[in-house]
């Protein structure tokens, strides 16, 4: 830049360092705190103390003028006033500014209206901001400028009511998506927000509030503060407000607050020793108030957003060697430098340099102080702000290379529009990163420092949580509450899973496969059957075999011995019982193995159909016994032997049971089904279903019932031959008395219980076999020997 630009430069800064000596605003002071002469003149707005004892993080303020010739010929000067962080006395710094002899002329049309100066350099913080901006737009809202580098109030953006602000950082609307972004990437979902009551807090704290929502972020808590920091009441609201974050279970606070409201707030906090982790708003993440401030380290984490910033060339430099050059007033380094360089004993504190009492003058004498009490990034904002009306300035005054051949006495609202045509090029080539750093402020001792990261890092690279409630694992689902991020976890129900956490809804499971309840993935279902490895398989194959070997072996004997008198007689009819019972054992078979509809049908008709031929023979030969033992009377025997017809009688009943299973297949018959067992997980038991339990409820009973007739018979008429029918009837009807209950109960059993009747009831048949062979054997024996 030019000559005017030369000594410009670094007036911009003067903000953070006075507090820190513990100096206090005076309302009463002079209106100019600093002022350097020159062509055109810039308005600067900068709260260099506040009335709050022993801050500790303001830093001086001074503009960048450099001698490269950027505006030839032609020299800015500035202007400076301490507002106090006071809304009033910022209008009264304004007021003055604008003043020509001391006096605001009042005009009907302000559109003549000029002022010694051009463009305002604004406050730091918003709410001052806004009341000056509104103040400026009396004055034909183009006319008069005003640019602040940190009021990042999404307020001022609104171009009808502050026509006349600009700024060079971006609006708090980006702050806040930044900081709900944040919190989502970390899975902070239950925060607590603590904001200030002023036109900056209240715009950020919706705008977040908004931002957090879309995040499915939720907040647990919001508190205000007063603005004003000599409220009566602060102290009290502090304490409340302490409390408050300590009682709540979030562990993430976000605060929006001016740096010394979250020095008290802290001081409040540290007392219990309460950590959280903090979340800085731009107002005070690069604080070196709160910094420095005692025992800070025991507060807990804390990082923040800050604008995307630079080093400055030379600023380093023009810090050690602090000087007012002639002709140029500056309160504030006189100041400073009296309390960093005094000797006297009853000013000397904490902040007095060591080498205070070897020098002469203080107004001459410098050291490293600010090179540590300063952010050397923090005014590259007021840097770009400076490029920017120095752009506009040229673009006014027509300068090139040689000269500026424009009236420096031009309009104020001329800086606006030639501010509308340059300000976003020269911004953005002046700062080439628009949006913010990602700071953590790391431990430096018994203070804090900021490192910008990009990325949140602690000790051993565990995040810490911040939620309403724990994640639900995998295999649950949440139960939400009325409060979003606050729910209850519960198992996924059978036959669905959650391969998430925190999955809203559990899944259902496809065809096929199956959960338990809590399931994290589904299992395909295991099949179970009596299958032919199975050790009951084993013993109901070596029991079916030895049962037919015996049907066999008594039937070769019948074959060998048919043409005796004795065997002749019966013969057809025991085959037929031999034949009947070997039906029924090869439906004990159909039972092993993976069940089809045609084996159920046929599991239960074979055996049905070849036990009633069985005992429909043993019916009549028990009637053959009877009918012979109910007279001794030959007439009368020959009229019962008239009922005595033993194949009529086993066509008839095999007959009638043949139809009973007709009708049970035909209207409601057996089928397959799968069902979900009861003792084996995730099994389902491939059963043959009994279809109507009328139908298979018949066919015993009708079985029963001859059973009972033959038994009957044979008990009435007892002999040798007939004892083996009453005993085999009676093992039959037992076995089934014993079986039916525990067949109707366990449905998981069934097929074990009805072959375990089925091979008892043969058994019991075989057994009369037996001894029906026995008797006819000794008969033979006798006859042979007679």
């Not at 028990?622 to 009918?627: D, S, V």
């Amino acid at each position: 830049m030019a000559s005017c630009v030369s000594s410009l430069c670094f007036c911009a800064l003067w903000v953070a360092v006075m507090s820190g000596l513990g100096v206090r605003c005076d309302d009463t002071a002079s209106l100019s705190g600093a002022y350097a002469p020159g062509d055109i003149i810039i308005g600067i707005l900068g709260s260099v103390h506040s009335k709050v004892k022993d801050l500790q993080d303001r830093v001086l303020r001074e503009f960048e003028i450099n001698d490269s010739g950027f505006l030839p010929g032609i020299r800015l000067g500035y202007l400076m006033c301490d507002p106090c962080v006071y809304g009033t006395k910022a209008l009264q710094c304004v007021e003055h500014m604008l003043a020509i002899n001391k006096t605001l002329a009042v005009f009907a049309d302000n559109s003549n209206f000029t002022s010694p100066v051009k463009v305002f350099m604004g406050e730091r913080y918003s709410e001052l901001s806004i009341p000056v901006a509104k103040l400026l737009s009396l004055y034909m809202i183009p006319q008069v400028i005003l640019i602040s580098c940190t009021s990042s109030s999404p307020a001022l953006s609104d171009k009808l009511r502050y026509a006349s602000f600009f700024r060079v950082i971006p609006s708090d609307v980006y702050q806040t998506k930044a900081l709900a972004k944040l919190m989502a990437y970390f899975n902070w979902d239950w925060v607590g927000v603590v904001s200030i009551d002023d036109d900056y807090g209240k715009p950020a704290l919706e705008n977040f509030l908004l931002d957090s929502k879309k995040e499915h972020i939720c907040v647990d808590f919001q508190e205000l503060l007063p603005n004003y920091l000599g409220f009566i009441n602060i102290e009290q609201r502090i304490t409340e407000v302490a409390n408050r974050i300590r009682s709540s279970t979030a562990k993430v606070v976000l605060l929006i607050l001016r740096p010394e409201l979250v020095e008290m707030l802290f001081q409040e906090l540290i007392k219990t020793n309460t950590t959280r982790i903090w979340i800085a708003s731009d107002a005070w993440s690069m604080a070196r108030l709160v910094m420095k401030m005692k025992n800070i380290n025991k507060v807990g984490e804390i990082f923040g957003f800050t604008f995307i910033t630079s080093n400055i060339p030379g600023f380093e430099d023009y810090l050690q060697h602090l000087t007012i050059s002639s002709g140029e007033k500056n309160d504030f380094i006189k100041e400073y430098k009296q309390i960093r360089f005094n000797c006297s004993s009853d000013q000397q504190s904490e902040h007095t340099s060591p080498i205070a009492c070897n020098i002469t003058d203080p107004q001459e004498a410098n050291d490293d102080y600010l090179l540590h009490a300063v952010h050397l990034t923090k005014a590259y904002s007021q840097r770009v702000a400076v490029y920017a009306i120095a752009h506009a300035i040229k673009k006014i005054l027509q300068c090139n290379d040689t000269a500026c051949s424009g009236n420096t006495n031009f309009m104020p609202w001329q800086v606006k529009s030639a501010h509308y045509l340059f300000i976003t090029a020269k911004i953005n080539k002046c700062n080439n990163k628009n949006g913010y750093d990602l700071i953590m402020w790391k431990d430096s001792g018994d203070e804090r420092i900021p490192d910008s990261v990009g990325r949140f890092l602690i000790k051993n690279d565990k995040v810490p949580k911040s939620r309403c409630s724990k994640p639900c694992p995998l295999g649950t689902q949440k139960n939400i509450s009325s409060i979003s991020c606050c729910y209850t976890c519960t198992n996924c129900s059978e036959g669905y899973y959650s391969n998430e956490t925190d999955q809203l809804t559990c899944k259902q499971c496809p065809e096929g496969f199956w959960s338990l309840p809590g399931s994290r993935e589904c299992q395909k279902w295991s099949i179970w059957f009596l299958e032919w490895s199975a050790a009951y398989s084993i013993v109901v194959m070596i029991g079916t075999v030895i049962g037919a070997l015996l049907l066999m072996f008594s039937f070769i004997f019948y074959i060998l011995h048919r043409e005796k008198p004795i065997i002749k007689g019966i013969l057809v009819i025991s085959c037929l019982m031999k034949f009947g019972l070997m039906v029924s054992f090869g439906g004990v078979i159909l039972f092993l193995g993976s069940p089809n509809i045609h084996v159920c049908r046929a599991q239960q008709t074979m055996y049905g159909l070849g036990f009633t031929l069985c005992v429909s023979c043993i019916l009549v030969k028990a009637l053959h016994i009877f009918l012979e033992l109910m007279s001794s009377n030959p007439t009368k025997q020959r009229e019962l032997r008239k009922f005595d017809k033993p194949f009529v009688i086993i066509g008839i009943l095999t007959a009638i049971q043949a139809l009973i299973c007709i009708f049970w297949m035909v209207f409601d018959p057996v089928n397959i089904e799968e069902k979900q067992s009861k003792t084996q997980l995730l099994t389902l038991n491939r059963l043959c279903t009994q279809g109507s339990m009328y139908g298979f409820g018949a066919m015993h009973v009708y079985i029963a019932l001859l059973a009972v007739v033959c038994f009957g018979l044979a008990f009435k008429g007892r002999d040798d031959e007939t004892d083996p029918i009453v005993f085999s009837m009676l093992i039959h009807l037992f076995a089934w008395l014993c079986f039916i209950p525990v067949f109707i109960t366990q449905y998981e059993s069934r097929p074990i219980v009805q072959i375990s009747g089925i091979m008892v009831s043969n058994y019991g048949v075989i057994f009369w076999l037996q001894s029906l062979f026995d008797i006819i054997h000794l008969k033979l024996f006798l006859t042979l020997e007679h």
